[in-house]
């Protein structure tokens, strides 16, 4: 394991670790988690570190590289948008406002932008972002290709608790995997990794490099991450971000609701735990809690035959005649309309 000390970023150094091991006669995939903090409610701003932070990664030869959940939109970590049953304040309504404002269109002109670093750098990138569909947000990955196309999205499925207010629920139609020549990439966000029925989709899918963005910096997080990694026989790539209170906007402009009191701006409220993981359960970067981290690894691709002659749990370890799973992969759009799409515009123009 080699320790790079990188350009500094916020005033902060990252440290990017890189697994140089593996068996030089197999298929590699060099592949990065990126632990690193959103720029809140400046999402032109969280572009350009995005960049940066991809320049660094390519230039220690990726492949792949994986960003957080919600890094571009930012993850609204101890807000509570001034809701409690029954209301919501005036304060809560405008913090939506803003929050609203940071997210990205899918497709748009971030999107584009982000295809074109995938481009410029010559790697796979699956990043978290806030999705804007008119008035409702989703947590979502996107990913793109190392030509600069834009593959396709996954929306969480579940968000987790209070995320519940902020964000609208992912269908059956989001949950792709993707077959590239470094592998068959997908991702799950944060809990919804919890969701064995959802693990079973993809792996039914074929998934290789199965990448989980989060927001869960706790310890067990990593069991749930070995757990993944072996049940699926597939490599697991958990990026998280490493946040201080500094890295969000100071109150009363933004409250960590029950904790501010406690806070300074140096203090730690989200500590990473980015980490990738073989398909044996091997752990061949990270877990990091230090600080703004490129967490890197040469995924051995062998290891993923290797597993599964042990288990495979959508081949010859599965039951289908005792048990199944029937997976609603089409959009479930709230209002559907029969008529042709020009009929449709004229009605919906401006009298």
């Not at 990205?104 to 995938?118: F, K, Q, Y």
């Not at 993707?178 to 064995?196: L, V, Y």
């Amino acid at each position: 394991m080699a320790l790079i000390p990188s350009s500094s970023l916020n005033d902060a150094p990252i440290i990017a670790e890189v697994d140089m091991g593996g068996d030089s006669s197999a298929s590699t995939v060099r592949a990065t988690v990126v632990q690193a903090s959103t720029i809140f409610y400046d999402t032109p701003a969280t572009l350009d570190k995005a960049e940066r932070l991809l320049a660094e990664a390519a230039g220690y030869g990726s492949q792949l590289v994986v960003f957080p959940e919600a890094f571009v939109g930012g993850y609204p970590r101890g807000s509570n948008f001034g809701v409690t049953i029954g209301s919501r304040t005036p304060k809560g309504k405008e913090d939506f406002r803003k929050y609203h404002s940071s997210a990205i269109d899918v497709p748009g002109p971030e999107v584009d932008r982000l295809a074109a670093m995938a481009g410029k750098y010559k790697v796979y990138l699956v990043m978290g972002v806030i999705e804007r569909e008119g008035y409702t947000l989703y947590c979502t990955v996107l990913f793109f290709d190392s030509q600069g196309h834009y593959l396709g999205k996954h929306r969480k499925l579940m968000p987790t608790a209070l995320e519940r207010i902020i964000w609208g629920f992912g269908d059956g139609s989001t949950i792709p995997v993707f077959d590239t020549p470094i592998g068959k990439i997908g991702a799950a966000i944060c809990w919804e990794n919890k969701m064995p029925l959802l693990r079973t989709a993809m792996y039914a899918k074929g998934i290789e490099i199965y990448c989980a963005p989060t927001a869960d910096s706790r310890d067990v997080w990593q069991a749930s991450m070995t757990h993944i990694a072996v049940e699926g026989g597939c490599f697991v790539l958990s990026a998280n971000q490493f946040c201080r209170r500094k890295d969000y906007p100071p109150p009363p402009e933004y409250v960590f609701s029950g904790t501010e009191e406690d806070l300074n701006p140096d203090s730690v409220v989200c500590s990473g735990g980015s980490v990738i993981i073989s398909p044996s359960g091997t752990v061949l970067g990270g877990p990091n809690y230090d600080g703004e981290a490129l967490i890197s690894a040469d995924l051995d691709l062998g290891e993923i035959a290797r597993a599964k002659f042990d288990f495979d749990v959508v081949g010859h370890y599965s039951r289908p005649e005792v048990l199944s799973l029937i997976v609603r992969d089409h959009p479930t759009d709230p209002v559907t309309f029969t008529s042709s799409s020009s009929t449709k515009t004229e009605s919906s123009q401006k009298l």
